[in-house]
């Protein structure tokens, strides 16, 4: 899965995505400014294959959502740079004078209860993008793009694993 770049999404798309590829568990937690807590939970039905999350400094709100909930179950390895942690949900108000002001209204959790605000997520595999990297994004050949190339070695290695376990198993 590849999040570089993305300014995240919407809720109600990150949960059910989510929900196909976990187990049995808890997917992620919202609290509000009044402390009210919704939790969202995933059924026993899940993807068993090897994965990985390319995610940059600019993978932000769901899509750092995505790449943790994967990470701390152990069902793909993060590959690329520390998210920049954006655990907020915000709400744009509108003003008179044709401005606008943002609140942050609403604090996100991963399935372990992490808050990414303040941290985002660090990789399990750090592979650095250059600024002219960067620039050509999304575009860059696969074979001049280490990061996806890495996240491709690392499926290829855990494919492999899951191989040899099934084999000796």
């Known amino acids: 899965f590849d999040v570089r770049v993305n300014?995240?999404?919407?809720?109600?798309?990150?949960?059910?995505?989510?929900?196909?590829?976990?187990?049995?568990?808890?997917?992620?937690?919202?609290?509000?400014?009044?402390?009210?807590?919704?939790?969202?939970?995933?059924?026993?039905?899940?993807?068993?294959?090897?994965?990985?999350?390319?995610?940059?400094?600019?993978?932000?709100?769901?899509?750092?959502?995505?790449?943790?909930?994967?990470?701390?179950?152990?069902?793909?390895?993060?590959?690329?740079?520390?998210?920049?942690?954006?655990?907020?949900?915000?709400?744009?108000?509108?003003?008179?004078?044709?401005?606008?002001?943002v609140l942050s209204v609403t604090e996100y959790f991963t399935p372990k209860g992490k808050s990414l605000a303040d941290t985002g997520i660090t990789p399990d595999y750090v592979e650095p993008m250059t600024d002219e990297e960067l620039a050509s994004f999304p575009s860059i050949p696969l074979d001049r793009d280490k990061q996806l190339s890495r996240a491709v070695s690392v499926v290829k290695e855990l494919a492999a694993q899951q191989a040899q376990q099934k084999a000796a198993g």
């Open 7 to 101: 300014p995240g999404g919407r809720l109600q798309e990150l949960i059910p995505m989510l929900d196909m590829l976990l187990p049995e568990g808890r997917i992620f937690t919202s609290r509000d400014k009044d402390g009210k807590e919704e939790n969202y939970d995933s059924d026993k039905n899940e993807l068993t294959l090897p994965m990985a999350v390319v995610v940059n400094q600019y993978s932000y709100s769901a899509a750092e959502f995505f790449a943790a909930a994967l990470q701390e179950y152990g069902k793909a390895k993060v590959v690329g740079q520390a998210t920049t942690g954006k655990g907020y949900a915000q709400v744009p108000i509108e003003l008179e004078n044709g401005g606008a002001l």
